[in-house]
């Protein structure tokens, strides 16, 4: 065919489209009443998306094991689209998390005192790990000033690289950490918040309040699998250059790793342990 003929044919396909889109009446064109289906509502390790597996027992049981992205099945060579949407909004997820900060008014809810490390904003959080860890000596006076003498056991919250894990775990995980440890008979601190925070702020602050435990509830960096997750680092007397080996972790806080409540519990135990061994870390015989 010659190009005179290819766009003549062209030209007269997307006539007869013009002429079909003009034949449809508008309300067929109408965006259905019904809402369409939350694509996160999906739980990974129920879907089942591979048509007559060879062993379907061992597949549905593989599945119940791991939230990973296992047996999802493909179009021709494709991913199905409903995998491909939650990939993507799964991807969505994670990045408000890292890039999103904890709003105010859940602050204010929460009633927490806020303090800022040496970080002015996301960015700089997020490119300088350093200052992430330390605070201007005025604030480290301010959270000094904020603990009372004689508190054993200073427990606070940081944002650490995910908002989303503060706002999913810390009403539920807090309570019970506090409730713990009072009816333990420890004197513990009303909780504050490190707006920029890592794990190591945790460091200034035992040296600067002289407790003789420290715990940090920390956002930690999301996956595909949730951005909720929580941790909670933990270190007897901590001073700033110790080895990380001397923290003791509790790691996966979130609803569908270790739920809060639980996890709050089992810190309480964790605390009264390294009280009593005087340790944490590798150093904490468990």
Not at 192 to 207: K, N
Request: with cysteine; hydrophobic share 40%; charged share 25%.
């Amino acid at each position: 065919m010659t190009e005179q003929e290819i766009r003549e044919v062209v030209e007269q396909v997307l006539s007869k489209l013009r002429r079909e889109d003009a034949d449809v009446p508008p309300q067929a064109q109408v965006v259905p009443d019904e809402p369409l289906p939350d694509i996160m509502a999906a739980d990974i390790r129920r879907q089942y998306l591979v048509e007559h597996p060879h062993d379907q027992a061992a597949y549905l049981a593989m599945k119940e094991r791991t939230p990973a992205r296992i047996g999802v099945g493909r179009a021709g060579a494709r991913f199905r689209t409903e995998t491909m949407l939650r990939f993507q909004a799964d991807h969505a997820a994670a990045q408000d998390a890292v890039f999103s900060d904890v709003p105010d008014d859940y602050l204010q809810q929460m009633g927490w005192p806020v303090f800022t490390t040496a970080c002015e904003n996301r960015e700089m959080f997020l490119t300088r790990p350093d200052k992430g860890r330390i605070f201007p000596a005025e604030t480290l006076e301010k959270i000094r000033s904020s603990v009372p003498v004689g508190t054993q056991v200073v427990l606070y919250v940081a944002d650490g690289l995910s908002s989303s894990a503060v706002c999913a775990n810390a009403a539920n995980i807090l309570p019970v950490i506090q409730e713990g440890l009072r009816a333990a008979g420890l004197k513990v601190n009303d909780p504050f918040f490190v707006r920029f925070g890592r794990v190591a702020t945790e460091d200034q602050i035992g040296e600067a309040t002289g407790a003789d435990v420290v715990c940090v509830l920390l956002g930690e960096r999301p996956g595909l699998v949730t951005a909720e997750s929580m941790s909670a680092y933990i270190a007897y007397k901590p001073t700033v250059g110790m080895a990380e080996s001397r923290r003791t972790v509790l790691a996966n806080i979130h609803r569908g790793g270790t739920p809060a409540v639980e996890a709050g519990a089992h810190i309480v135990d964790l605390i009264q342990l390294m009280l009593e061994k005087k340790a944490s870390g590798t150093d904490l015989p468990i």
